[in-house]
């Protein structure tokens, strides 16, 4: 009997505040270098790595994150976790996909960036995760994959490393530039650049 390929979904989940270029570079390369037929952007709803944080409503990064995406034919976004009440959880978000129908034979691929899967070992059950998903470490600025090697065996055979153009762009860093007035132009796609400038995100009170 002639196997039944399954269809690759790729699952980008981040806070998006703002998204950038980074963020879109990583999904497109992760598109191409495992098959994925769709990539999956999911804006954290209440992130539990950043309790006490000030981050910006669930809504604007859901938007700047759809505004970001829209013209690409493979990009969707999804409001799983900014509609979930209470503290956004990895493990809880991968359950929720694999209950939806679109989703329940799909294989998952999680994607994040290497300085997050640095964190892992405080992650809720990242084992039961890995269980559930192929998780991909995206390069990142600052960050080699030879850094994997901290990281406990059983977690650090499961991931899946992916070099990308290193892009040495932030969400930190873009907040930071809005905040002095500095251009975040080819930083962030215009769309949303507009959407800062006309939300007056970032910005003190008093700026």
Same mark, same amino acid.
Do not use: I, M
């Given at each position: 009997m002639e196997k039944i390929n399954k269809r690759r979904v790729g699952i980008m989940g981040g806070t998006f505040d703002p998204i950038? %270029?980074?963020h879109l570079r990583a999904a497109d390369d992760a598109h191409t270098?495992?098959?994925?037929s769709e990539?999956?952007?999911?804006p954290t709803g209440q992130p539990p790595h950043k309790a006490g944080k000030n981050i910006t409503s669930a809504e604007d990064r859901y938007i700047m994150t759809i505004l970001a995406t829209v013209d690409c034919p493979y990009?969707?976004?999804?409001r799983i976790e900014i509609d979930r009440t209470g503290q956004s959880y990895t493990i809880d978000t991968i359950k929720s996909l694999r209950n939806m129908p679109e %989703?329940?034979?799909?294989?998952?691929?999680f994607i994040t960036g290497l300085d997050a899967v640095m964190d892992i070992v405080s992650w809720k059950t990242p084992e039961e995760i890995m269980s559930l998903c192929k998780f991909v470490a995206v390069s990142r600025h600052g960050y080699t994959h030879k850094r994997m090697e901290e990281l406990p065996e059983k977690l650090r055979s499961a991931i899946i490393p992916l070099e990308i153009p290193l892009l040495a762009i932030s969400s930190t860093e873009l907040r930071d530039r809005v905040r002095r007035n500095w251009s975040i132009r080819f930083l962030v796609p215009p769309s949303v650049e507009n959407y800062i400038i006309k939300k007056s995100l970032y910005r003190d009170k008093d700026n």
């Open positions: 950038h %270029y980074g270098a495992f098959d994925l990539v999956l952007f999911v990009f969707n976004v999804s %989703y329940a034979d799909a294989e998952l691929y």
